[in-house]
């Protein structure tokens, strides 16, 4: 899949969780491109954290996939269903290879833990992904849609590191 072929998942994906079937399709998206098939980053394995879920929605079920598909309120500190993000799930691999697209903004930036992190940002399209950096591969955090506010932070950061 090429970055101009990148269009949401459904049509349809209610706002507030999917229907058993597009659930299934999405979990059997990330086992493909994620599980099954791991992707390669500067020559090693991306890892990704398959703990059984206990959110509802994905029991049982990686929790990566739970954060790929769910975002954390700032209110309740729970994670729901966001519907953005979840319709997006098959980019991740294809942003991924495609990392030296002039349009995949990418940048490293050290956590609030001291751990190197990967950005891969289609910015055109308003999606990041996520990778840590951890001996002695890689490991996926998440992936989501950039919001409005938060597009200024990402720019400042892909800018700080092409300095």
């Avoid at 949401?8 to 999917?18: R, S």
């Avoid at 959110?55 to 953005?84: M, V, Y």
């Avoid at 989501?144 to 950061?157: R, S, T």
Wanted: hydrophobic share 35%; glycine share 4%; charged share 30%.
């Amino acid at each position: 899949m090429e970055l101009d072929d990148l269009e949401d998942l459904f049509d349809e994906l209610d706002i507030d969780t999917p229907s058993r079937e597009q659930l299934f399709r999405m979990y059997g998206i990330f086992l493909q491109d994620i599980a099954r098939n791991p992707l390669i980053v500067n020559g090693r394995e991306v890892k990704y954290n398959n703990s059984p879920s206990r959110h509802p929605l994905c029991r049982g079920k990686a929790q990566t996939f739970e954060h790929i598909i769910t975002r954390e309120s700032k209110l309740s500190k729970k994670r729901n269903f966001d519907c953005l993000r979840a319709n997006k799930i098959h980019w991740i691999r294809p942003i991924i290879e495609h990392a030296d697209s002039p349009r995949v903004k990418y940048f490293e930036r050290i956590n609030n833990k001291g751990l190197n992190q990967f950005f891969y940002w289609f910015e055109e399209k308003s999606f990041i992904i996520i990778i840590r950096n951890i001996e002695p591969d890689h490991l996926l955090i998440t992936s989501f849609c950039v919001d409005n506010g938060e597009k200024g932070i990402y720019k400042k950061w892909y800018q700080e590191y092409r300095i």
